[in-house]
């Protein structure tokens, strides 16, 4: 259903005078106030990153590798000692000089400094042969020496070390300042070359 057009005539009030027309002077700049997202900082031209990756890092593979070998020496360590464990021979060789060294270090100050220095050398000795030289004569010693490829030299030495001490427990000769203290650096020397060698 269709209705005729109304017409609507609006006159202005009588207390108000009437607004005067402005005619229109072309076309007007539109200020931008603001924009969708307001930025905290000024968008540059080209997105990069602040920093390079982490993986381009040396120490970054590094830290990865350190786990890996960490694990590596800890199997290796307790293959040696399961092996050291079964063979106790080969412990007794490996072990020999440490305990040359720490038994030296004590004869300094034993009661009997001469019986303790022939007795770590003994001890070295037997440890690297895996049996008792105790009782063994000096040529019976020089041909246990000769065996395991000393030459004459050491031989000599090792011989004359076991007799210094056993004079030395004796001795009045031994009680001269400085004789002690020439003979371990003498055995100490001794047992460094020994272990070289054997």
Excluded at 42 to 60: D, E, G, I, W
Excluded at 74 to 96: E, G, I, M, S, Y
Excluded at 138 to 157: F, K
């Amino acid at each position: 259903l269709t209705t005729p057009p109304i017409r609507v005539t609006v006159a202005p009030a009588a207390d108000q005078p009437p607004v005067p027309v402005v005619p229109p002077d072309g076309k007007q700049e539109i200020s931008q106030l603001a924009t969708d997202i307001r930025h905290i900082k000024a968008v540059p031209p080209k997105l990069t990153t602040a920093h390079p990756p982490v993986t381009r890092s040396m120490l970054y593979w590094i830290l990865w590798v350190l786990p890996l070998a960490a694990l590596a020496g800890n199997f290796v360590w307790v293959r040696q000692q399961a092996q050291l464990r079964q063979n106790t021979a080969l412990a007794r060789k490996l072990h020999a000089r440490k305990r040359a060294k720490k038994a030296l270090a004590v004869a300094r100050s034993a009661d009997d400094p001469y019986g303790a220095i022939g007795q770590a050398l003994t001890d070295f000795l037997s440890d690297k042969f895996n049996r008792p030289v105790g009782g063994l004569t000096q040529t019976a010693l020089a041909e246990m020496l000769a065996d395991a490829g000393l030459d004459d030299h050491d031989i000599r030495r090792v011989q004359s070390a076991l007799t210094t001490c056993d004079m030395g427990r004796f001795s009045p000769a031994a009680e001269q300042a400085g004789h002690i203290d020439a003979l371990l650096s003498d055995v100490e020397t001794l047992v460094d070359d020994l272990d070289k060698v054997l």
